[in-house]
């Protein structure tokens, strides 16, 4: 079993900076991808950017330029930088790990492990 907990979200205007970490614990090691998604009211759980366990990321284009995925180098501590925010940026963001390994796709079904989520609200 693995445990996740995000922290970090919170309240910024549009062009505004937040930096989202999840704490993992538990049996990291099955893991190999680990990423971050995002829920706003009514609309569906999307995904936003994954790492594998040698650093190897993929991103949503909705974020490319602007989000940055990293890890801890003990795999962790997971970590989304948000930089130039958007109001379209605001949602639920939750952290997540899979047994598998990264798919182009993210997919949420294909992860196995879910934190609570933290709150991202992006204001004009």
């Known amino acids: 079993q693995v445990q996740l907990v995000e922290s970090g979200g919170g309240s910024v205007q549009a062009g505004g900076s937040l930096r989202l970490s999840c704490v993992a614990s538990?049996?990291?090691?099955?893991?190999?991808?680990m990423g971050w998604f995002r829920q706003a009211p009514g609309k569906e759980r999307d995904g936003v950017a994954v790492?594998?366990?040698?650093?190897?990321?993929t991103y949503a284009d909705s974020v490319k330029g602007r989000f940055t995925i990293s890890q801890a180098y003990a795999r962790n501590t997971l970590y989304l930088q948000m930089n130039s925010l958007k109001p379209e940026d605001t949602a639920m963001y939750y952290c997540?790990?899979?047994?598998?390994?990264?798919?182009?796709?993210?997919?949420?079904?294909?992860?196995?492990?879910w934190g609570q989520g933290t709150q991202v609200t992006v204001s004009s």
């Open positions: 790492i594998d366990r040698y650093g190897g990321t």
């Open positions: 538990g049996y990291i090691a099955s893991t190999y991808c």
């Open positions: 997540a790990a899979s047994r598998d390994w990264c798919t182009p796709r993210i997919h949420p079904r294909d992860y196995n492990y």
